[in-house]
């Protein structure tokens, strides 16, 4: 079963897997049977809006939480996505995340939540395939998600390539009517040519610029500079990793639409987020 079976398949082995292979198998066979028997949960993190500081939306963030009582019980991303990109089972999670993350809206749709726009984290691996348009609009009619409310964040190296396959795949998630977002914004590869030509409706500056935001100088200059550059463009411009007040009140000044990031709140599990939910207004939070 070592074979690959053309690009659209999953690729189970390859040459970069020659290091540890025995590792690999072990993790790929744990990684399945976190899927089969549902040790994967989403985490909520809110998005707020400066102007109103309110919660205008959540990132669903994937944890594994694995079933072994103690420390480590709990793994994040930075542990497993990696390996699942490589090992193609980030195909299966990929789709399971996107399918959670939709009957989640519906169902605090069905609890009379106010509603809030999802948005969920989307592979390379993920992206590059044939299917995904058709995947999207699957999950889309599968949940009755209304399009609108989904944000599928994509990373600059998906879309750095400016071939005419990547611009009727994002075309054609547009007609679906998903709301598509560029994460990580400035640390990849950016390209005017693909601000031009893609059909983008959102920025999401990286943490790493916001973190010494306002007193690097660097930073800050980069940070303002996005902020007007999607202001132009007529793109929403949000902020990752805003931990300070001094932060928030920076980017208010710069009329950044949204900040996301610790002192607004953590990622949260399903329990812990209701609340706040309810609540729907932060002042409390953030004063
Ligand atoms: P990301 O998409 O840039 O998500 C934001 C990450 O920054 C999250 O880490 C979040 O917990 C963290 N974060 C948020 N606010 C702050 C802050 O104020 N300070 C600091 N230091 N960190 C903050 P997390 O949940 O560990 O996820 C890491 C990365 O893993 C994500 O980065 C995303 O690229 C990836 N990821 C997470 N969930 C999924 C998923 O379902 N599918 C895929 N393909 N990737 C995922
Ligand atoms: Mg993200
Ligand atoms: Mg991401
Ligand atoms: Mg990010």
């Given at each position: 079963y070592a074979k690959s079976h053309g690009r659209n398949k999953y690729q189970f082995f390859n040459p970069s897997?020659?290091?540890g292979t025995l590792e690999r198998l072990q993790f790929m066979y744990d990684l399945r049977r976190a899927l089969d028997e549902n040790e994967l949960s989403l985490y909520y993190q809110p998005r707020m809006e400066t102007a109103s500081k309110r919660i205008v939306g959540l990132e669903a963030l994937v944890r594994w939480i694995s079933p072994e009582p103690g420390a480590g019980r709990i793994r994040m991303p930075q542990e497993f996505i990696s390996l699942a990109e490589e090992t193609g089972l980030i195909i299966p999670l990929g789709e399971w995340v996107l399918r959670a993350a939709c009957n989640q809206y519906k169902e605090w749709e069905r609890q009379g939540m106010p509603p809030l726009r999802i948005s969920v984290n989307i592979?390379?691996?993920q992206f590059g395939r044939d299917e995904f348009v058709s995947l999207i609009r699957r999950i889309l009619e599968e949940t009755a998600m209304p399009p609108d409310m989904l944000e599928l964040e994509l990373?600059?190296?998906?879309v750095m390539k400016s071939d005419e396959e990547v611009i009727l795949k994002l075309r054609q998630l547009k007609e679906l009517g998903v709301f598509l977002s560029i994460d990580d914004f400035g640390t990849g590869y950016s390209s005017f040519t693909y601000l031009k030509h893609f059909p983008i409706d959102a920025l999401k500056i990286d943490r790493s610029f916001i973190q010494d935001v306002p007193h690097g100088v660097r930073d800050?200059?980069?940070t303002k500079t996005i902020i007007a550059l999607g202001r132009r463009l007529g793109l929403k411009v949000v902020a990752e990793g805003v931990e300070t007040k001094e932060q928030l009140a920076f980017l208010s000044s710069r009329k950044c639409d949204e900040v996301q990031g610790y002192l607004i709140s953590k990622p949260l599990a399903v329990e812990e987020i209701e609340p706040l939910l309810r609540n729907?207004?932060?002042?409390d939070t953030i004063g």
């Open positions: 897997m020659n290091e592979s390379v691996v990373t600059e190296s998906m800050t200059a980069i729907g207004n932060l002042s």
